[in-house]
């Protein structure tokens, strides 16, 4: 996967419905890509999360709101069912 194709999901994912559309962010790690709605207002909001898009397989995975380094360092990588 590359960068405009994640960004692209991550704009799907954040923006699909919404009328006032949302800056993402992207950040790119060897497994894949964090993604990040970009707020106005502060985003440690309680419940506040993030996406790691696989860089594999696509597989979109729901992550707390962390720094985008600390979200790739966690990430195991694809989920294989």
Do not use: K
């Amino acid at each position: 996967m590359r960068l405009d194709q994640a960004r692209a999901v991550a704009e799907e994912y954040f923006n699909g419905v919404r009328r006032e559309r949302l800056g993402i962010g992207v950040h790119a790690f060897p497994g894949g890509y964090v993604a990040w709605a970009r707020q106005e207002e502060a985003p440690g909001t309680v419940g506040g999360g993030c996406i790691v898009i696989d860089g594999q397989t696509g597989e979109v995975a729901v992550r707390p709101l962390l720094d985008p380094e600390s979200v790739a360092a966690l990430w195991p990588g694809p989920t294989h069912r």
